[in-house]
RNA sequence: GUCUCGGUGGCCUAAUGGAUAAGGCAGCAGUUUCCGGAGCUGCUGAUACGGGUUCGAUUCCUGUCCGAGACGCCA
């Protein structure tokens, strides 16, 4: 039963007004203590043409209180403050979440509907750097969303490898390419000779010169370049493989953006018959002054392909595929007119499918001192941040281990810091809305107090703990209905209400693309449970009933954090 | 110059146009013979500035100031 629709239903029934309007309305009160959902009423002064206090006393009055899950209805100023009965609200959550054999939040909502989710997308030959960190774990945790509530998700790096970089590489390796270190980091020494490249290329313009006549040999398919395009393409991949490994990250397609090079002629072809794609300075580019953007160039004046004739190309290649419900770029916010700009062509070519594809921006990873940049080296690299952050890990469970004398094993040791390492790493880039910039700092990746993923991991531990102790059984649901039903303080019923909120939380998440919505719920669950089980003795509870509810509770709070966790890509522990 | 985002306590962040603006960090004061102190309790402290719309504005419109980003042959 919910409480909520019942709540809509009655609400319904006395106002006359339609249930997907008070559903909007209906909300929760910022103090428990005001009650557990409220009823605006000034949005019916009007039509009503009463004062919104006297409206809702109005209400007050014909309330239902021969219910036994309504405990009473206040009018307080313009709002009508429901109390739903306690026992009975916190009773049928946590039974709910123990009996439920699907993960929770899921839903069949997306059923048979393909989303397409487009993220990490590195370019080959260059380090996977901190900066690619949010789109990697952000696009995961969407990913993970998306496949929650029913949708074929499917995961899609478009790899960066394609263009003039790769011909500066080919050139720059023929001249000073070190095959030993090549095949020992790849990333290093490719990185290496582009850096030197460009020193190089200062003095001697004719390497840029070499550079292009080598892409374009590659674009024409020479053999040669081909060969070597391929192997660095492979190394890199190689390379980006650990840090996805050590993230749980994973991909259905790697179509990189030379995988839409052939598809291009068709695309011109489409922009021609819709009589759109004009002449300027010698380029090819459709204007787009009808949507106050600038033109978008679909072919260099020397004939090339640009990146926005292979996104378009991929949109048209993916409809056809898959025919997407939604096509999902998660990509930096510094590309947001880009993506205005493909969109709008495609609306203009009278492509429908236009209007499905999305682009999540997210903020910038930014330093205060110095700038991100390739070419100087200046970089974090992600995985130094992961190892970093799993070290120090490693370095307090050690420590903890020895005084509280809990003869952890070093393998387990180890297995632990991982997840928390990474889970702290996780939490940073998902905590806040997306479109905030992040400005790097070690302290702050590394800080494991207050909102953190090792605080959350902590309190799951501890949680765990207490049901190890009290030998309790996860598969069954040891306390029934009647004996939840014994559960009626502030904290439990307040533990209650965030188990409950959980799947809303989940499509509210999906819905804006903030995973941060998800993050937080399951941190406040963590919170309050924090707080309940330092003052409530779970253990020592004398009346057996009531232990054994409470640990029905517990094992709820686990469960609901555990599943909140895994949306985003964070392991929970049972020690640490 | 044009456009797009953003400006919330010392710092980082949250709040479909609704009630006393929420959380974390830092700071201060407590807390461990009792389920694990990466914890818990308490205290201090904020909507850049000026107009406007509204019964009601952190939220919407407008102007100013400040910051970031983007702005045709890179991605």
Not at 13 to 28: D, I, K, N, R
Not at 38 to 57: E, S
Not at 559 to 567: A, D, P, Y
Request: proline share 4%.
């Amino acid at each position: 039963m919910d409480f909520r629709v019942r709540i809509i239903e009655w609400l319904a029934e006395q106002t006359g007004l339609p249930q997907e309007q008070l559903a909007e309305w209906l909300e929760v009160p910022p103090q428990p203590e005001l009650g557990d959902y409220a009823f605006p009423c000034f949005r019916l002064a009007k039509t009503m043409r009463q004062a919104p206090p006297k409206i809702a006393a109005g209400l007050a009055e014909k309330a239902p209180l021969d219910l036994d899950w309504l405990e009473k209805i206040e009018a307080v100023g313009g709002y009508l403050n429901f109390f739903v009965n306690r026992a009975s609200f916190i009773s049928r959550a946590v039974s709910a979440v123990l009996h439920a054999d699907a993960p929770l939040a899921q839903s069949d909502e997306g059923q048979g509907k393909n989303v397409i989710v487009e993220y990490s997308s590195p370019n080959i030959a260059k380090p996977f750097h901190v900066g690619h960190a949010f789109t990697t774990i952000l696009g995961h945790a969407l990913y993970k969303i998306y496949d929650r509530l029913g949708y074929n998700a499917i995961r899609m790096n478009h790899l960066g490898d394609y263009g003039t970089q790769f011909g500066k590489l080919i050139v720059a390796y023929r001249l000073w390419g070190d095959e030993a270190a090549l095949v020992k980091e790849p990333i290093k020494e490719l990185l290496r000779i582009y850096v030197l490249f460009h020193d190089e290329a200062k003095d001697k313009p004719e390497l840029e010169q070499q550079a292009r006549e080598a892409f374009r040999k590659l674009e024409a398919g020479a053999a040669e370049e081909i060969d070597l395009w391929k192997r660095f393409k492979d190394l890199s991949l190689k390379a980006f493989n650990t840090v996805y490994e050590r993230l749980g990250v994973s991909f259905d397609y790697f179509y990189g953006e030379s995988y839409y090079s052939d598809k291009i002629p068709d695309v011109v072809k489409l922009l021609r018959e819709k009589q759109i794609l004009t002449e300027s300075e010698g380029a090819q580019v459709v204007m787009l002054d009808e949507y106050d953007l600038p033109p978008c160039i679909i072919l260099k004046s020397d004939g090339t392909t640009i990146y926005a004739s292979r996104d378009l190309a991929a949109v048209l290649f993916r409809d056809q595929t898959w025919s997407f419900e939604r096509n999902i770029y998660v990509v930096g916010m510094p590309q947001a007119l880009h993506f205005r700009q493909v969109f709008s062509v495609l609306e203009k070519a009278g492509v429908e499918a236009a209007k499905r594809c999305v682009h999540v921006g997210f903020g910038l990873v930014k330093f205060p001192d110095r700038k991100l940049s390739t070419r100087s080296g200046h970089v974090v690299f992600l995985e130094d941040l992961l190892q970093e952050s799993v070290d120090k890990t490693l370095e307090i469970i050690r420590k903890n281990d020895q005084l509280r004398q809990a003869d952890m094993s070093e393998a387990e040791m180890r297995q632990v810091a991982e997840k928390i390492g990474i889970g702290a790493i996780v939490y940073t880039f998902l905590k806040n809305g997306r479109e905030r910039d992040i400005v790097f700092s070690w302290d702050e990746m590394l800080d494991f107090d207050g909102d953190s993923a090792p605080y959350v991991q902590y309190t799951y531990a501890r949680a765990r703990s207490i049901l190890r102790k009290a030998g309790h059984d996860d598969t069954a649901a040891d306390a029934g209905l009647a004996e939840l039903m014994l559960l009626d303080s502030d904290d439990e019923f307040a533990l209650a209400k965030l188990i409950d909120g959980f799947p809303a939380a989940v499509s509210k998440a999906a819905y804006a693309y903030e995973p941060y919505m998800i993050v937080r719920q399951v941190t406040s669950l963590a919170r309050a449970f924090n707080k309940y089980y330092n003052q409530t003795s779970i253990l020592k509870t004398e009346d057996p009933a009531l232990r054994r509810a409470r640990l029905a509770l517990l094992q709820a709070v686990c469960k609901t954090i555990n599943s909140g966790f895994e949306l985003t890509g964070i392991e929970v522990v049972e020690r640490m």
